[in-house]
């Protein structure tokens, strides 16, 4: 069981927001965990933007290899948040000796290439700093990178959510942490191990996503994944294959953003040649029928550009709700955490995605609803 | 008294004995007169009407196949055949040449697919779904399957369009009614099983497809809309192609598809054969031959390597029908059936639309015993196999896999038929069991298996009219369609504790081995 | 009147915290609750007074199956949208939801009254029942119920009344009241969707009586009382009822007999090239279905009558002559050799007879 939250706010918001969004919501996950992708940052990264920021916990050792492997690839350090942690005994958190929040200047070649052989480097860069760390025949790890993205700073830890935060001064507001996406999540173990790189959310090239469900076409997702591109690795949880197609249906063949959807869940057959684009979405069926999804699944998503999406399953067997406000939308598994942060909210006006719905939210907050 | 050597054949060395019981007996000679044998005759024992006995033959050419027709037609419960561990036949038998006989192999090593069970079920970390009430998607392709990349797409605002034609893919049912010819089988047996597949078609919504077995189809077939639900095969020797072709221009659809079959798992590496004695007029006309024993080539002559065989017989097979139709190739499950599926997934033309694997549990209706036994490659790890080299390309399910031989042997097809789709196959064959629908009581213990003799019991594997006449088509085809609506309600059984609602290809990670051998030749989890 | 707050700052009370406290308050006597919750599950139930007062809990902000296995006595009210599971197992309290209930509202509820001012989510009303001990459940729904609603149904009564539904969308969602088999469910709106095993009529009478007062009470209760006009025309309400289970008939089935004749090639698809007037003979048929016949030969018999009384089928006749001429009548004759078997003389032998 997991609870998935998401915050968008048109002024930057700090931790504390998701923390409470998700606080109510407690029964519903395991308190083994949490995680957090924060973009559009503001506070200590409002200056570096365009700078990629590595989001990693490691021990010493492990920072030094990094510093190595970065140094030597020609990556600059500019700025840096290393937060103030509150070492009290009695919480309940499994910290890593460090944590590194850094931006980096682009190796000086890269000033000259295009976008997409940045975001090349930078996924290589962090699947290569992954290796670096990952103890090798049974040798505890080094450490562990979640990101390394221009304006994308991601936290995860083992512990009690609470306790996660006040380790890391997340109730405090102190204003270094600030940012306009926030997509969380309260728990950290797969149902077999305790496994960092298993917490939600996950990142890939700009795209964050987080499930609450059980992929029951994991097995399937992944062989075919493993072929398609470098990025999709990792499999420690079902739900990195969502992200996986998402990126692939967005990032590598440029769809329209509904057909992730119909690639998720594609509609019935007697459906689907219903529809005007019926032929396209036959051939993506056959063509892309190994990144189906089963089972229950509730979706939140960010892309690189800002916007947010939620969906679910096709028999809508998770609960998701979304809520608004002036300036401030948020997405989560139960009503409660949306009454918690969004109190005075027009709540008759909340939106419940339906199996076949999807809900776009875009930087200026205007929501778009569709139906498959 | 006759003098006996040890030379004569005695009914002891045949492998069924005839066991009569006189205190029962009331003589009324209905056992002999159905026996299509002629394995067992009348004699006087002493005199008088009550001095009558029921003898058993005791001769090779007469010897009794098992079939119990003689104790369906008892009333008193008189007269059964036995089975004779002690019987010489199979050394006997030979003297005239290789032993012919159809049916399946006799051979019965233990069926990998009962060593496999469902073992991932659904309990807390997601739902199981429920076979009644929620809806199933249970529908396989037939056809070439591009690589999305490869797919003629242009963004149109927020929609996707196509701006080129794809390959042909009928989306089916996953289960297919295998090719069993006419020749083969008699007119009112391939006609029930034709009746059935429309009726599950028009009447149950279930989208089956019926492949026709090499002997061409009937031209009212051809020439009517049912021949939408038909697959036609074209075989090494090519038999009905002429009718099919002069057909073209008065066929009101097309049919499902083309299968070109190069082998068969019953009996690999070698051709079809119709005995002389099932070459009726009608088939001779069709086929194009006089009575004759009929032997189809083991090759397709014409085709000079396996990328030509490939690409040329593909290309022909799609251009009779205009590229609208998809063209599968169905083979003999072989030690080199990853090779052969290798290569077809690297057809740069996208016109192979379907392999076929046949492994060796398949059945036939006349074969060398030789070829029955002893050649052939179990279906279950060769399905595995295949599916797993094209996962290592990335290019699962760009040729969709159907598996057949030994589907539904024990009776339990939907549970054969979801392990191998779990395995990676897209759907199964059944032709034996359809058959064993319609009264066929042949089995895999050399009971019956007279297919090759033209004297089928049932009427379903012989030309002989008399024979034939047993046999109710309607009666026959319903029994197939109650069996696929069972098929259908049980394969919703096994998908809804896996918790999917469309087919699992591929998702080995749904079963676990309780045998350890099984469990690592299949890459799947061993349990015990 | 006892008050409660689950937060203190950052720290939550856990459900299990909350409803101990509850439950101690209640074995003391208490028997009105106001909670400021925090999305802890189960409020509501099952309590009870000792002594058989009425407990009444307002609640805001509560988690999963608020009302959850709700006992007789017990008035739920909370004010604003509660998340999945509201009223789950209802055994007969009363249930107010001013906002929205989550999915599976209702799920399971056997008696009691669930009043949502708002929407229910997917899965609405699945699997209500009705035990003839107790009163019946209801279920009451101000705007519109998500997909697969009242599923597995099995007694109560459900209302759902579309407010704000938009047109030709069914305030029921997709695929509702699959699997019901008892209990009635009446909405505003046109349903799609429905399962062939139901029936979609107009509400009668007593179920307009009963509807009328029922929504006096629900709107009141969740603040539209000013909506009672506007639901009271009949013209607008919809019943689903279950076929009665003795009237279901499975969908009819067309026999393949006639489905050859009417939907199949005429004449059958070999019509053409073989004559097969579709008769099915007996295993053992006489005439040319025989697979072996009798010849008589007259040179060797002796005219000893055996085969006369040892055919079984009557089918062996002897025409007087100086000496008896013996033949096989066809008609009757399958073939069984018999005649030749028993021969003394050797006159009778079975003879194959090629197909005809």
Known sequence: MCRIGAIKSLTPVSPSWALRLMLPQQEGHDNSGFAMVMQDLDGAFAHSKDKPLLSMACTSKGEQLVNAYMEEHGFTPVAQWTPDVDRRSGLNIAAMPRYVFRNYEYPEIYHYRTPEEREDLLLDTRLALRALLTGRDGAPDEGYVYSFWPDVLTLKEIGDPADIAVYFRLWEDNGRLMARNIVTQCRQNTNYAIVRYAAHPFFLQGYTLCANGENTFFSRNRDFQRTLHRG??????????????????????????????????????PDMRERPDSDALICLRESLAHLEINGPNAIIALLPDGRMLTCCDAKKLRPLVVGRVEGMTAITSEVCGLNTILPDRDAGADIYPGGRDMVVIDNRLEVLQWRQ | MASVSVQDVSRNDLPWLVEWRQDKCVLCGMCAAVCTADAICFTASRGGVRGAALRQRAEISHACTGCGMCTKVCQQDAVRPVRNPDNRFPLLARAGGPLKRGGRSNLNPPRTLDKLVVGRISQMTDPALDSERHTFDLRAP?????????????????????????????????????D????????????????????????????????????????????????????????SGHFGWNRILRALPRMKTDPAGVLIKIGQGAKPGDGGLLPAAKVAPHIQSIRGVPRATLHSPANHQGLYSIEEAVQKMHLSCNAAFGFRVPVAIKCAASATSVAVYNNLLRDPYNICGGFFLDGIQGGTGAANEVSLEHTGHPIVSKVRDCYRAALLQGRQGQIPLWAGGGVGQTGHAAADAFKLICLGANGVLVGRLLIQLLGCVGNEHGRCNACNTGRCPAGICTQDMRLVRRLDVDRGAQAIVDYMLAFDAELRKLLAPVGNSSLPVGRADALVATDKAVADALGVTYAC | MVRIKTLDGHRRRSTQELLQTIEAAVLRGDTEFDIEASGQHDIGGPLWNREGKELLFRVRNPGQRVGAMCLPGTTVLVDGPAPADAGWLNSGGRIVIRGDAGDTAGHCAAAGVIQIGGRAGARAGSLMKHDPQYEEPSLWVLRTVGDFSFEFMGGGRAVVCGLGCAPAVSPLGARPCVGMVGGAVYFRGEADDLPEDVLLSAPDDNDMSWLKAGLANFLASVGHPDLLPELSDRRQWNKITPVPFEQRKRAPVMDMGTFRRNAWVPGGIFGDVLEDDGRVTELAAPGDERLRVPVWNGESCRDCRLCLKSCPRKAIVRTDGEKGVYSAACARCVGCGLCAGLCPCGAWRMTEIASV
């Open chain 2, 180 to 235: 069993m010819s006419i020749g083969a089988l008699s007119t009112r047996a391939w006609e029930a099983i034709a009746l059935a597949c429309a009726y599950l078609n028009e009447q149950c919504r279930l989208p089956v497809r019926m492949c026709s077995g090499e002997g061409g189809l009937p031209g009212r077939l051809l020439e009517s809309e049912h021949l939408k639900y038909m697959i036609v095969q074209i075989a």
């Open chain 2, 142 to 178: 037939l056809g070439r399957v591009l690589p999305v990349q490869d797919l003629p797409l242009r963004v149109e605002g927020d929609s996707l369009a196509l701006t080129a034609p794809t390959p042909p893919v009928r989306w089916i049912y996953p289960l297919l009614f295998s």
């Open chain 1, 232 to 269: 999709y690795a990792g499999f420690e949880s079902d739900s990195q294959c969502l992200l996986h197609t998402l990126h692939y249906v967005l990032h590598e063949l440029r769809w329209p953003l509904r057909y992730y959807k119909h690639v998720i869940t594609p509609l019935p057959l």
